[in-house]
């Protein structure tokens, strides 16, 4: 059994305006520094043998004051920007009651939650997917083989991808996703191990090439 704990990171000062962030690099707000603290109180039994992050301050900031606070300032942390959230384009920086005002809820929602749509002159949760998932592949995959503790703090889409991929999820469910600032979310993953079909014809299965998966077990927000 291997734990990977995701979580958003806390709340910024643009989350406070109700600003559309994307990749700009804004500070946590006070709040969002208490919201960390209480995610450390929550997580305080759980000892992480690896960290990941995004390069943006307030995903950084907030893995920090978590493991400071737990004493596992110690733990392996890496930084990088495969996490990083998707690029909103025009949308940064704007006030989401004016944009709601000039391009009406919907529209607004859609940019904002549709797996595919893009935001004006951005990237969509689409665009990102990609590299979610090689970065989960290859960074994460073998320290949950090795039954590691990993903690990934990182952004609202950049973690929705990474649930629709371990959560087999459909693209319009994605929609229905909604990760509060600095609530942690724990997959229990187990190993399991699967023949992989053979492309032109099936091999005896003493010869078969057999695959090692995690797979999600349970799913608890803590």
């Known amino acids: 059994m291997a734990n990977l704990v995701i979580l958003r990171h806390g709340k910024s000062l643009w989350n406070i305006e109700h600003r559309f962030t994307g990749t ?24 992480f043998d690896a960290a990941f992050t995004s390069s943006l301050s307030r ?14 300032l110690h733990t392996h942390i890496k930084v990088n920007k495969a996490l990083n959230p998707n690029y909103l384009g025009d949308l940064e920086g704007q006030k989401k009651e004016d944009l709601v005002e000039k391009f ?32 989960y592949e290859k960074e994460v995959i073998p320290l949950l083989k090795q039954k590691k503790n990993v903690l990934l703090v990182a952004h609202g889409n950049s973690l929705r991808a990474l649930m629709m991929y371990l959560e087999s999820l459909t693209p319009e469910s994605t929609k229905n996703l909604n990760l509060p600032t600095a609530q ?25 090439d057999i695959r090692e998966y995690m797979v999600v077990s349970e799913k608890v927000y803590v």
């Open 24 to 47: 700009v690099d804004i500070k946590l707000s006070p709040v969002g520094v208490k919201e960390a603290e209480d995610a450390a109180d929550r997580l305080r039994d759980m000892k």
């Open 104 to 135: 009406g809820a919907s529209k607004v929602r859609c940019w904002q939650k549709s797996y595919s749509a893009t935001p004006p002159n951005g990237e969509s949760l689409l665009d990102i997917s990609n590299r979610i998932i090689d970065f």
């Open 59 to 72: 995903a950084k900031d907030t893995l920090q004051i978590m493991l400071g606070k737990n004493n596992q």
């Open 184 to 208: 942690p979310i724990l997959y229990k993953l187990v190993s399991m191990q699967i023949p992989e079909p053979a492309e032109e014809e099936v091999l005896p299965s003493d010869i078969q």
